[in-house]
């Protein structure tokens, strides 16, 4: 198991200072786009999720090292995505920025001003941390006049959805799937992996089905709602090791039904290709 103590001081440390969990380029957050306004009531957030998730399995990798290298923590802002990992990544965002236009959405973005959610305090159990960070993100979001908030993926919508929690919070937050009209899906035949927290927090497994309308494969024990598990991603913070079992153990199980996967997560996404038999999309790749 990793130092979480460390781990804490080095997340605090990183949002105190530039509201990211660690050094980043902001560029690459939002290379995305340049034609949304940078202001308005109704903003997408993206959290950089999509963006950075490439970068995570390298970051976890060096975690059991951070103590005795947290000296060199600061260069992780030289690090990048590749372009192939970037450019798929903001094809995500832009389909689903599209989506909500074409629904007669008035989006804005916050580009460099948009912060980190916050999530990773609250899923790594620092909630007095997660309490503080968050505050400090609903400032931001009144000084920019937000209103109503858009989320693309399940950990930031889950850290949202729990700042209420804490303390008085007064922004709608929608997930896109409930706003977007989709398209009809390719002709190929996928399997799902839902996401942990869209489908036992947040009450969106349903919703998502709802809008998938392509075949898919399912299979009671592999990806029932309450038998199908985790892909081991948000335990790689504390044990990366773990995490990679896991998530060789549920791509094996999923690679049974189908050789094409949809998740919903970036995280997800990061984790199982590297051991799914077969292609992994993201549902906003398929059905948007």
Not at 89 to 116: C, F, M
Not at 168 to 184: G, H, K, W
Request: with cysteine.
């Amino acid at each position: 198991m990793n130092d979480l103590k460390t781990l804490r001081d080095v997340l605090v440390e990183n949002l105190e200072r530039n509201m990211m969990p660690f050094p980043v380029d902001k560029g690459i957050c939002t290379g995305w786009t340049r034609d949304l306004p940078r202001s308005g009531d109704t903003i997408i957030y993206t959290s950089c999720m999509y963006q950075l998730a490439p970068l995570f399995p390298m970051f976890n990798r060096f975690l059991p090292y951070l103590s005795a290298l947290r000296s060199l923590t600061p260069l992780a802002s030289k690090l990048k995505p590749s372009e192939a990992q970037l450019n798929r990544a903001y094809n995500v965002l832009r389909k689903i920025s599209n989506a909500l236009t074409a629904k007669g959405i008035k989006l804005a973005y916050l580009y460099d001003d948009e912060p980190y959610s916050g999530a990773l305090l609250l899923e790594l159990g620092f909630l007095d941390e997660f309490q503080e960070y968050a505050k400090k993100v609903y400032g931001r979001f009144k000084e920019r006049g937000v209103k109503r908030i858009i989320t693309v993926d399940p950990h930031t919508h889950n850290a949202l959805a729990r700042y209420s929690e804490f303390f008085s919070f007064n922004v709608e937050v929608v997930n896109y799937i409930e706003l977007v009209e989709p398209r009809e899906g390719d002709a190929n035949v996928y399997t799902i992996h839902d996401s942990c927290l869209y489908t036992r927090f947040l009450n969106l497994r349903e919703k998502f089905r709802e809008k998938i309308k392509i075949k898919l494969v399912e299979d009671d024990m592999v990806t029932g709602k309450d038998t199908s598990f985790c892909c081991g991603g948000p335990l790689a913070p504390v044990d990366f090791k773990a995490s990679e079992e896991v998530a060789k153990a549920r791509a094996k199980s999923l690679s049974r039904l189908s050789k094409n996967l949809l998740v919903q997560c970036p995280i997800c996404y990061v984790t199982l290709s590297p051991h799914f038999e077969g292609e992994v999309k993201d549902v906003a790749e398929v059905i948007l």
